[in-house]
């Protein structure tokens, strides 16, 4: 049972442009959002998060809304380098364990 | 100011072996958390620990799996009789305080467990 969905595996962007990973997630309980970062055969590195009372958090190129209606929260990177090559897992939180999705694998090119 | 360091990075075991995962948290947290990456997936989690104590083990498998986080030392997960589903990378993280909610878990780069 997958409580945190990311629907899509890949995405592809050019240098500069705006990226904008998605994910979904069932349990209202969840009352902490975060974004990871993972580069291959290295750990997840924590990138931002937002708590259920905010709707918006930013942070340099990164911005992460929430939309706790549609149970929808999304991560966007303005402008788009090709270091932010990576994958990308967004996780929910209540309580202290972290629930991910599997995963969206952005490619930024030149 | 190291961050959270597990060993070994690679680990390759045979069928019926016993695999031992270390984690050291970063300074300061006392806090530990072990997830498991299986290929394709999302991280899993297995077992939330404070020192000398299991908080959470609900994600661990109920048999051959086993966490500790003694009072000195590393953090080990533990996998005895290995089997070929075992193999996967495993995570560690740590936070000051407990909480995914409140506190911010970092990650270590994992061990890979091959089972041959």
């Known amino acids: 049972d997958q409580q945190v969905k990311q629907n899509s595996p890949s995405l592809s962007v050019q240098e500069g442009r705006i990226s904008i990973l998605n994910c979904d997630y069932t349990?209202?309980?969840?009352?902490?959002f975060l974004w990871y970062k993972k580069y291959p055969a290295e750990g997840p590195t924590f990138l931002i998060s937002?708590?259920?009372?905010?709707d918006k958090n930013e942070d340099g190129r990164f911005t992460v809304f929430l939309n706790k209606s549609a149970k929808h929260l999304s991560l966007h990177i303005v402008p788009s380098q090709p270091g932010d090559s990576a994958v990308y897992f967004c996780?929910?939180?209540?309580?202290?364990?972290?629930?991910f999705g599997k995963g969206t694998s952005l490619l930024v090119t030149p | 100011n190291a961050g959270v360091m597990q060993n070994p990075r690679h680990l390759v075991r045979r069928r019926g072996q016993e695999a031992r995962l270390r984690c050291s948290p970063m300074?300061?947290?006392?806090?530990v958390y072990w997830y498991r990456q299986l290929p394709e997936e999302g991280l899993k989690f297995m077992v939330y620990?404070?020192?000398?104590?299991?908080?959470?083990e609900s994600g661990m498998p109920k048999e051959r799996f086993s966490a500790e986080f003694p009072k000195e030392g590393p953090s080990i997960l533990r996998i005895q009789q290995v089997v070929r589903g075992d193999s996967a990378a495993y995570f560690c993280?740590?936070?000051?305080?407990?909480?995914?909610?409140?506190?911010?878990?970092?990650f270590g780069p994992g061990t890979r467990l091959t089972v041959l």
């Open positions: 993280a740590s936070s000051r305080t407990g909480g995914g909610s409140t506190d911010t878990q970092y």
């Open positions: 349990n209202s309980m969840f009352d902490y």
């Open positions: 937002i708590s259920s009372i905010k």
């Open positions: 620990l404070q020192k000398e104590n299991i908080i959470d």
């Open positions: 996780a929910s939180a209540a309580g202290y364990a972290l629930n």
């Open positions: 300074k300061g947290h006392s806090h």
